[in-house]
């Protein structure tokens, strides 16, 4: 089944900001009553990499539909989209539950969140690929032809 690519870009578009901008004014927070000491800057290392390249491939997909750049595909299949979005949600899971836990953990939040860098790395592949396939995918099929015979 199909469903409208511009609605599923949206989708993961508010899905990522959304969560990222709350992760974003916790951190912050944390930051700026000590979490992290005087190694904030190590934790912020950890925080960003973790989502600004994704963030980076959806800001540059939404840029090039907005300049018309972008081949206009109306429809998407609806199981990549849930595959994406199912993905993503687990990846942003996976990083919030490095920040949430901290408390609750008897190690001290850096060398928890140098932890996480093991399942980051295992979703964050996975994510990206889903999105590239997704966005990429949906390119291909709208540039697609139909052959005259």
Do not use: H
């Not at 578009?13 to 700026?32: D, E, G, N, Y």
Request: glycine residues 8%.
């Amino acid at each position: 089944m199909k469903v409208s690519m511009t609605s599923c870009k949206r989708k993961l578009a508010t899905l990522w900001f959304v969560w990222w901008i709350a992760l974003f004014l916790i951190f912050l927070l944390q930051s700026i009553f000590g979490n992290y000491g005087q190694n904030w800057d190590t934790a912020w290392g950890w925080f960003l990499p973790a989502v600004i390249p994704t963030l980076s491939l959806i800001v540059g997909v939404l840029v090039m539909d907005a300049s018309g750049q972008s081949v206009q595909q109306r429809e998407v299949d609806r199981f990549l989209f849930r595959l994406t979005f199912g993905l993503s949600v687990v990846y942003l899971l996976t990083v919030s539950s490095a920040i949430f836990l901290q408390p609750f953990a008897e190690l001290p939040p850096l060398e928890l969140m140098q932890q996480y860098n093991v399942f980051l790395g295992i979703f964050q592949g996975l994510v990206s690929a889903a999105l590239g396939a997704f966005f990429v995918r949906a390119e291909q099929a709208g540039s697609a032809t139909p052959q005259s015979g």
